[in-house]
């Protein structure tokens, strides 16, 4: 599913297991998916989603690709810009408090550009700068101000806020050890063990430039993890943090308070170099 309206990355491994599966393939592509129900958005919309297959092989066919072609056929099939046919047929998708929970999605805010200042209510999405902004039906953001909106799309805003991050990431090399790059209080913290979740308490999440450090609200020691012990970070539902360590350990964290959790994700892949 995507994150801002444009296909996440597939990685490598999916031509792997189609070819090894010995079985054929058939590339189904779902267009409207993004609009219809956004990742951080807090209820559904009402509007088109079309599902349409792309490729058909054989096991046969299949045989005779390479991992690579299978990867890029796999790419090619399924990739979606929802913007770009949106831009085109404007198709409105309609629902309540279209812009609540955006912040999950955006953290940065273009004006100031302070980190998780940005909030939402209704239709409105705004900052305590001055930003404010309306989403509309057809999944923009239009300025309720005589200023311009910064950005006309989720996935412009979000492809800036990544790319900031990056330009200042030797600033975020050259922070002192002991002072977080950014913070969240009242974040929960849960230890996952294949199907069975239990919960550690709730405390303050940090991130360092070269460690996660999760301070509980109780008198117990924190949770240290330097990035050299942790495997991979990624989201569950734009709401879940979740990270494994080499020790095989699992932890997901959230917050009640609607703060974004993707700002730790692009903080940690960009510090450690990792996709």
């Known amino acids: 599913?995507?994150?801002?309206?444009?296909?996440?990355?597939?990685?490598?491994?999916?031509?792997?297991?189609?070819?090894?599966?010995?079985?054929?393939?058939?590339?189904?592509?779902?267009d409207g998916g993004y609009f219809s129900t956004p990742r951080w958005a807090s209820y559904p919309r009402r509007g088109r989603m079309l599902g349409t297959p792309v490729s058909c092989l054989t096991a046969a066919e299949l045989e005779h690709m390479s991992t690579d072609a299978?990867?890029?056929?796999?790419?090619?099939?399924?990739?979606?810009?929802?913007?770009?046919?949106?831009a085109a047929e404007q198709i409105p998708y309609k629902g309540k408090a279209l812009a609540e929970k955006l912040e999950l999605a955006l953290y940065l805010c273009p004006r100031c550009h302070r980190i998780s200042t940005l909030t939402s209510k209704d239709d409105l999405f705004f900052c305590s700068c001055?930003?404010?902004?309306?989403?509309?039906?057809?999944?923009?953001?239009?300025s309720e101000t005589m200023?311009?909106?910064?950005?006309?799309?989720?996935l412009?805003?979000?492809?800036?806020?990544?790319?900031w991050f990056a330009e200042?990431?030797?600033?975020y090399r050259a922070t002192e050890d002991d002072v977080p790059i950014f913070e969240?209080?009242?974040?929960?913290?849960?230890?996952?063990?294949?199907?069975?979740?239990?919960s550690l308490g709730s405390g303050r999440l940090s991130l360092y430039k070269d460690k996660l450090i999760f301070h509980y609200?109780?008198?117990?020691?924190?949770?240290?993890?330097?990035?050299?012990?942790?495997?991979?970070?990624?989201?569950?539902?734009?709401?879940?943090?979740?990270?494994?360590?080499?020790?095989?350990?699992?932890?997901?964290?959230?917050?009640?308070?609607?703060?974004?959790?993707?700002?730790?994700?692009?903080?940690?892949?960009?510090?450690t170099g990792t996709k």
Do not use: C
């Open 1 to 30: 599913m995507s994150d801002n309206g444009e296909s996440n990355e597939i990685g490598d491994a999916i031509g792997k297991l189609v070819k090894r599966s010995g079985a054929g393939l058939v590339t189904y592509r779902i």
């Open 184 to 198: 969240d209080e009242d974040r929960q913290l849960i230890s996952v063990s294949g199907l069975k979740r239990t």
């Open 130 to 142: 001055g930003l404010s902004l309306r989403y509309t039906p057809q999944a923009y953001l239009e």
């Open 147 to 154: 200023e311009p909106a910064p950005f006309s799309t989720v």
């Open 70 to 86: 299978v990867n890029a056929l796999i790419r090619k099939d399924l990739y979606v810009n929802a913007y770009q046919t949106q």
């Open 217 to 271: 609200n109780d008198k117990r020691p924190p949770l240290i993890l330097p990035f050299s012990e942790i495997l991979g970070m990624q989201l569950r539902n734009q709401k879940f943090l979740i990270f494994s360590t080499i020790n095989h350990r699992s932890y997901e964290s959230l917050s009640e308070a609607s703060l974004s959790s993707l700002k730790y994700v692009t903080a940690y892949r960009l510090l």
């Open 168 to 171: 200042h990431l030797d600033q």
């Open 156 to 163: 412009e805003w979000d492809k800036w806020q990544r790319s």
